[in-house]
């Protein structure tokens, strides 16, 4: 198969089944781009995942983007972005359409709000499976416990909290640290 289709239908089933935003992705991503085609590892995923969450624009647009020049350059990026994006517009412009007229009915309203509870849980294992690799000693662990209290207990922009855990990585390296 042509690498550009490949990444194209990829992305874009990803796109088609994934409800809940980026965070919602990250189960999907795991199994296809780490585990089924080895485009990236768990660790280059929560790389690109992180740059993803602390840039301009939507944190599946973004990994898809990485992922996509990674394997195939700059015109790769923009396949693998055109796959993850155009489900969506072909699904809102489709939910645009007749949503209003249906949005009030109970069985919608019963049906995504059992989409919610499953997205919580695929996202609930993929941050699970993530922290276990990215949680590897004591430094790291700290930075976890930290990060996710400022996170629950104040307002703080996530893309603070990527680039200030990337500086205290940075500084415990230089400093013999996280071994």
């Known amino acids: 198969m042509n690498p550009y289709v490949q990444l194209f239908t990829v992305f874009a089933r990803m796109g088609a089944v994934t409800f809940g935003g980026g965070m919602a992705m990250l189960p999907i991503l795991q199994a296809e781009v780490v585990n089924k085609y080895h485009w990236a590892t768990d660790e280059e995923l929560t790389d690109y995942y992180a740059i993803g969450q602390c840039t301009p624009g939507i944190i599946a647009v973004n990994t898809a983007t990485f992922i996509g020049m990674k394997q195939k350059g700059i015109p790769g990026g923009i396949v ?10 072909v ?14 009915l109970p ?3 019963d049906a995504f709000a059992g989409i919610r509870v499953a997205v919580c849980i695929l996202i609930f294992q993929a941050v699970r499976r993530l922290a276990a690799k990215a949680v590897v000693d004591k430094i790291t662990l700290t930075v976890f416990l930290i990060v ?22 940075i500084l415990t390296k230089k400093l013999g640290g996280g071994q």
């Open 107 to 109: 069985v919608v309203k």
């Open 91 to 104: 699904i809102i412009t489709v939910i645009a359409a007749f949503l209003t007229n249906f949005a009030n």
């Open 148 to 169: 996710m209290a400022i996170n629950m207990l104040t307002d703080i922009s996530p893309a603070w909290l990527v680039v200030t855990a990337g500086a205290v990585g």
């Open 80 to 89: 693998a972005t055109l796959g993850v994006v155009f489900p969506s517009m």
